[in-house]
């Protein structure tokens, strides 16, 4: 493990899978296999099967705790939210944070409009081979995001057991009220115990989460700043990964350690 180490807590994109979700934003950061290490959600469920965000993120803070070293941590959506509870509860694991449209503050999620719309489109994307993938994921993405057939074919090829039981916990979740939860008076000391730089990344046009809940963060996070992308829904990595990719690079290449300097051969006093 190395002091450039990115790791990554998926939301409800590519099949709650770090390099598929975030594959290309990765990949326009110029971050390598070697400086990323994903935490996906089926996995951490086979491993633990947390039943409550609580428990996933416990699961996250062991993982974290097994690389050895501080790392800096981005999450999207429901990863987001579970980022920023690990950096609460433990900053000893988290250099820096890049939360993309964290779920859970400010707005609430969990009404039964919003909870049966949220609900049947996470279904449709990774459990109901009836419903169209396309039509699913535009519950989710800005009105001027068009998914491409290469896209819409990749969601239906995610349709494995492992991600339906990933899917179906996370429709739970939204339906009980567990993501409102991080936003509620008693979460706010967890917000002002973040010490950690926190980049903010927010589409203009997400009817998610919503920028009052960007500015709700953007007010209690200590060191905190804020980037909106025009024309981007909630699936922030999936509809805007060259621009998502960008920001992570300026942001993580604030914390890089500079180059050693060689001296030339023959000492200083070389001609």
């Not at 690990?86 to 609430?108: H, N, Q």
């Not at 936003?183 to 115990?193: K, T, W």
Request: aromatic share 6%; net charge negative; charged share 20%.
């Amino acid at each position: 493990m190395n002091d450039t180490t990115l790791l990554v807590l998926p939301g409800i994109a590519g099949g709650f899978s770090a390099r598929r979700g975030f594959g290309a934003a990765l990949a326009a950061a110029g971050l390598t296999d070697r400086e990323v290490v994903g935490l996906d959600l089926p996995g951490m469920l086979a491993e633990r099967a947390p039943a409550s965000i609580d428990e996933l993120v416990g699961s996250a803070v062991d993982a974290i705790g097994r690389q050895g070293a501080a790392v800096d941590v981005m999450g999207e959506s429901i990863g987001a939210t579970v980022a920023v509870r690990v950096a609460a509860e433990r900053p000893d694991l988290v250099r820096s944070l890049i939360l993309v449209a964290p779920v859970g503050f400010a707005r609430t999620v969990s009404t039964p409009v919003v909870t049966s719309q949220a609900s049947d489109a996470i279904t449709a994307l990774y459990v109901d081979h009836e419903q169209p993938v396309a039509s699913a994921l535009g519950a989710f993405v800005s009105p001027h995001f068009q998914a491409t057939p290469e896209q819409v074919r990749e969601y239906s090829e995610y349709r494995v057991e492992d991600v339906r039981g990933a899917a179906r916990m996370v429709a739970a979740w939204w339906s009980t009220g567990a993501f409102d939860s991080a936003g509620v008076a008693e979460r706010h000391d967890d917000l002002r115990a973040v010490r950690q730089p926190v980049q903010l990344v927010w589409g203009r046009d997400d009817d998610w989460t919503g920028l009052d809940s960007a500015f709700f963060l953007l007010r209690r996070l200590r060191t905190v700043q804020l980037r909106v992308i025009p024309r981007c829904g909630h699936l922030v990595s999936l509809e805007a990964p060259r621009a998502l990719g960008r920001i992570v690079q300026t942001f993580l290449g604030l914390f890089a350690e500079p180059d050693p300097v060689t001296p030339p051969a023959g000492g200083a006093g070389a001609r």
